[in-house]
């Protein structure tokens, strides 16, 4: 009998405790229906919002890490064809392009701004062991490990890839310097570029008509400056989106085309083209060696041929860099010249045995 009243109790009191319970959790004044609506954009594991702002993926903290506090910085693409000695021979092609930071003109200091680019797990690694800045691109399983000839189509893939990969960084806010891995910087070149609010793309030649708003200017996309805003990310993603009708051209040619039919006042945009006289290459030579700036492996073929020649550009400024007293007659700025690119002339007869 007892047992039977005490069982009665407790099941009321459970059944009371129990609707309490529901009602509270299914009523609350302060929760409109709008704001479950909201909540359901987000997975239950939030507690709020994120905040995209912080999500901070691994370009983007290699780009960080890299870029000055103005969000500036110097982005070079390397493949294992590039950090590899060719036939075991060294030095490689990023050795010659470090190389040229440590004998140039307050060069050294940019390195802290310089941002390897690696385009496969070789690359990678053999930026890592230098302690530079890097970054590994993924590239969809396209295999670009091995050295891509001129206008070959793997070469042409790769350069699109390049374009796709630095119009992610400019969506980002990054302004940057592209180079490629085959110029030497013998100087400093941010005090020769123009840093102003109407300058948005400041772009190398591989010959300069002498003036420097001419869209006639013959142009090389292996060095350039550019600032992050609308106009110039509407123009890497129109380049990028143009080589979908540009079967059998590189890069290069859709933006010189884009170039000549007006692109620049199309977006509003504000280009200009770099002097021989200070960012120069073998298809044109600095004709004063007291401005260079940098030495660009243009108009060659093969790496290895690149290599040997940039090899010789560097002996040629060191010995143009000696004390006057121990240097030569023939290195004083007046007489001097710079070696003939024997190599790289030589790459357009013969590639791998192979004719081109």
């Known amino acids: 009998m007892d047992f039977s009243k005490n069982f009665i109790n407790n099941l009321v009191i459970l059944s009371i405790f129990l609707t309490g319970f529901v009602f509270i959790c299914t009523w609350n004044p302060i929760i409109s229906k709008s ?64 190389e040229g930071f440590w004998v140039g003109e307050e060069t050294i200091s940019l390195l802290d701004h310089l941002l390897v680019v690696a385009m496969d797990q070789t ?34 893939n790769m350069m699109w890839t390049r374009t796709r990969f630095l119009l992610d960084v400019l969506k980002r806010g990054y302004n940057f310097i592209f180079t490629d891995t085959d110029v030497i910087w013998l100087r400093n070149p941010f005090p020769r570029l123009r840093f102003n609010e109407t300058d948005d793309f400041q772009i190398s030649t591989d010959k300069f008509n002498g003036n420097p708003w001419s869209e006639t200017n013959l142009i090389n996309t292996g ?13 890497f993603q129109l380049w990028y989106d143009t080589r979908l009708n540009s079967t059998g051209l590189k890069e290069q040619d859709v933006l010189a085309i884009l170039i000549e039919k007006g692109v620049s006042t199309q977006l509003g945009l504000k280009m200009r083209f770099l002097d021989t006289l200070y960012f120069s290459g073998f298809c044109k030579d600095s004709e004063d060696v007291r401005l260079v700036i940098t030495m660009h492996a243009n108009c060659c073929r093969s790496i290895s041929a690149k290599v040997a020649d940039l090899t010789t550009v560097l002996k040629d400024w060191k010995r143009f860099k000696q004390p006057r007293s121990v240097a030569s007659n023939t290195t004083t700025s007046a007489a001097f010249q710079w070696s003939e690119h024997i190599s790289c002339i030589s790459s357009w007869m013969e590639t791998n045995g192979k004719l081109p």
Request: hydrophobic share 40%; aromatic share 12%.
């Open 223 to 235: 060095f350039y400056h550019i600032k992050a805003n609308k106009k110039t990310i509407s123009l």
């Open 35 to 98: 704001s479950v609506i909201s909540f359901q954009k987000y997975p239950i594991s939030q507690s709020k919002p994120p905040n995209i702002a912080l999500i901070k993926d691994d370009l983007e903290e290699a780009l960080s890490n890299a870029a000055t506090a103005n969000k500036t910085l110097i982005i070079t693409i390397v493949n294992k064809a590039y950090v590899e000695p060719h036939n075991d021979q060294y030095p490689t092609m990023l050795d010659l392009f470090l």
């Open 123 to 156: 690359a990678y690694d053999r930026c890592k062991f230098r302690r530079l800045n890097c970054y590994r691109l993924l590239t969809d399983g396209a295999d670009f490990t091995e050295e891509k000839f001129y206008m070959s189509q793997d070469f042409i």
